[in-house]
């Protein structure tokens, strides 16, 4: 399971602790080098003063310099094995000063006890000497604690100005008076030098840190801070390398959020990619620490569970158990600002190394199976299977080529007439066909889907429009455009929920000098009913804008009869499914009839279509229908072909039945 962090380039948030860590390890790094120095010293100024000093001076106080120096040695020595222990810095702070000032205390005490009385020039420039070069190593090796820095220069230095004070003469007042000067300058160059030396430490904890935080992002995603594609396939390679030696069964579990795409185009970027942070904590509480996590982009995941088990029955099951629990946490609902949503996800399953035994490989079979839950239905989990591999390129096929006719303008326009209960023709539905260069005309049945699923959808609908008010000019010029003609247009769920699907469509009609009256929208009720509050304002801004509006298959959905007063609409189509058999199903009649009888007391028009037989067309003109639309009447037909259908001055029934 993967921790969910929030990575930053600035400080860290340890940086204090960090920076004094690193002032200690500074303090203690060069500490052998010094005590070797101090020793060296020490024993050349005992050989030095042998002759002048009591021997039993020089032997205690070179005792209690070497004393010193071995403790702080070990203390070295200790340091070393546990710094990396927390808790402790303080005391290694502490120890690390204490042993400097010790150490400076004993140096001050030779200028009392070293300096010989009398006329000894010699011996006592080498103790002053030693004193100031003692100093002034120990203020350059001690930089990074200045309180150690400071310390020890002037327990070093201020005992020597006494006792060059106390033996008076010229020579020695005016070397102390000097000696004065040389400690101001001395504690101006330690402050100098510990703060150039913390810039210097402080700058190197930062890039450091930026080191860590670029390492972090190469393997892990920016948004939800998971594991990105990255790091996934390298954890891949070696889970389905250590499952092929220990003859293990791992799942890979590709994860992809249905209709997503509505949810960001509609709430915008910034509520989507909360959803998906929110829902990368959600996906981590469902899985053990063995198991990652992973966003691949967009709303894909992938869940990578190594060595379930010896069995594949057994590695499937718990497979589906993880499953079960990733399903019930997304069943509860997303809180974005004051509004809950809800989400369901199609899942596909690869289990390795049984559908792939390389990382690239086995992601592809994964998917494949993740699209092969779309298919079915969504909001449910399908496991590898090689046929899916096979339909997978007929995927791509089609997209690629459905991709190829939206930019060579391969998609035409066939219109499905409207006629009034009396027989008159008021209009038609603009259904899309792909010119295919190898199968010709090409029924919106067979890629439709595949163009929302994709995201084509959008473009596609937008030439459709174009093509539309295109032909509404020429249907003008044909003298067809009366105040009742309308041609209708199939908005997609993905179209509506464009933020910009509004203004978009008006943009086009003002392009193409179109009345907005001549254009119905049909918009199927799963549309309407993804989000109900931005729905109303998004119909009474079309109404607004003179579009006649109509639930497009109304019948087919579950929740319209609770929410289709709430609408500001105009019409409604009942879906072909409940017309075409009320002839022989008495439940399809009543629901049809009391359809209209509803429709007709909240002020709605009815639209019948998939009227195939006269029986039918007898029947709904009895139940007061107010159009109908269906193969009886006419079957799709181009543009030319409309006109003339359009000018006709009798409609001719042709029944199916017969």
Not at 4 to 33: C, I, K
Not at 88 to 97: N, P, Q
Not at 306 to 319: F, M
Not at 463 to 470: D, G, N, R, S, T
Request: net charge negative.
């Amino acid at each position: 399971m993967t921790e969910y962090t929030d990575p930053s380039l600035s400080d860290p948030p340890d940086f204090a602790a960090r920076f004094r860590e690193n002032q200690v390890e500074l303090s203690f790094t060069g500490l052998p080098a010094s005590l070797s120095a101090i020793m060296i010293n020490t024993t050349v100024i005992v050989i030095a003063q042998w002759s002048v000093i009591q021997w039993q001076i020089l032997v205690g106080w070179f005792t209690g310099m070497l004393g010193l120096s071995l403790y702080r040695y070990q203390t070295y020595r200790i340091y070393q094995a546990r710094k990396s222990k927390e808790g402790s810095l303080k005391i290694w702070r502490k120890r690390a000063i204490a042993g400097t000032l010790a150490s400076g205390a004993i140096w001050g005490s030779a200028a009392f006890l070293l300096v010989p009385l009398g006329e000894q020039s010699f011996h006592q420039t080498i103790i002053i000497a030693s004193l100031i070069g003692m100093a002034a190593g120990g203020v350059i090796t001690q930089a990074a604690l200045l309180p150690a820095s400071l310390g020890y220069m002037l327990l070093v230095i201020i005992p020597l100005i006494i006792r060059l004070f106390t033996l008076g003469g010229p020579a020695n007042i005016g070397l102390s008076f000097m000696l004065c000067i040389y400690v101001i300058v001395m504690a101006s160059g330690a402050i100098s030098i510990n703060r150039n030396l913390s810039e210097s430490l402080a700058m190197n904890i930062r890039q450091r840190h930026s080191r860590k935080i670029i390492e972090h992002l190469a393997y892990h995603d920016a948004l939800t801070n998971l594991p990105n594609r990255r790091l996934l396939t390298e954890r891949l390679s070696k889970d389905i390398a250590r499952s092929i030696h220990h003859s293990h069964i791992g799942a890979l579990i590709y994860l992809d959020l249905d209709n997503f795409k509505t949810l960001n185009d509609s709430m915008g970027h910034q509520q989507g990619d909360e959803l998906l942070k929110q829902l990368a904590l959600r996906l981590n509480s469902c899985l053990s620490d063995e198991d990652t996590a992973t966003r691949l982009g967009g709303d894909e995941f992938v869940l990578l569970m190594p060595e379930l088990a010896d069995q594949e029955s057994e590695a499937l099951r718990l497979a589906e158990l993880t499953i079960e629990k990733v399903q019930e946490n997304l069943a509860r609902p997303f809180l974005l600002g004051h509004r809950e949503i809800h989400m369901s996800a199609s899942i596909g399953i690869a289990l390795f190394p049984l559908h792939g035994d390389n990382a690239d490989d086995l992601l592809k079979r994964a998917d494949f199976a993740m699209y092969r839950a779309k298919a079915i239905g969504r909001n449910t989990m399908s496991l590898y299977d090689p046929e899916m591999q096979e339909q997978a390129h007929l995927l791509m096929t089609l997209e690629q080529g459905l991709r190829n006719a939206l930019r060579n303008n391969g998609l035409v326009i066939h219109y499905q007439p409207f006629v009034s209960i009396d027989g008159e023709v008021i209009g038609g539905e603009a259904l899309v066909r792909w010119h295919h260069p190898q199968d010709g005309l090409v029924a919106p049945d067979s890629f439709i889907e595949h163009a929302e699923q994709s995201g084509l959808i959008i473009e596609l609908g937008r030439q459709v429009l174009e093509q539309v008010c295109q032909h509404l000019n020429r249907l003008a010029e044909s003298g067809l455009l009366t105040d009742q003609f309308k041609i209708s247009i199939n908005v997609s769920p993905l179209q509506f929920a464009d933020r910009n699907f509004v203004s978009d469509i008006q943009t086009t009609i003002d392009r193409y000098n179109i009345d907005a009256k001549h254009l119905l929208l049909e918009i199927t009720e799963n549309a309407l009913l993804s989000d109900l509050g931005e729905t109303i304002s998004k119909l009474k801004q079309l109404r607004e804008a003179n579009f006649t509006l109509a639930i497009d298959d109304f019948g087919s959905g579950q929740s319209s009869l609770a929410y289709i007063k709430k609408l500001p609409i105009d019409l409604i189509k009942i879906d072909r499914i409940l017309v075409k058999d009320i002839t022989r199903e008495k439940t399809d009649a009543v629901i049809v009839e009391g359809t209209i009888d509803m429709a007709r007391k909240l002020g709605l028009k009815v639209v019948a279509e998939g009227v195939e037989e006269q029986l039918t067309f007898e029947l709904l003109k009895r139940y007061a229908c107010n159009i109908v639309q269906g193969d009886i009447i006419a079957k799709p037909m181009d543009l030319e072909g409309f006109i003339d259908f359009c000018q006709q001055q009798e409609i001719k029934f042709a029944d199916s039945s017969s």
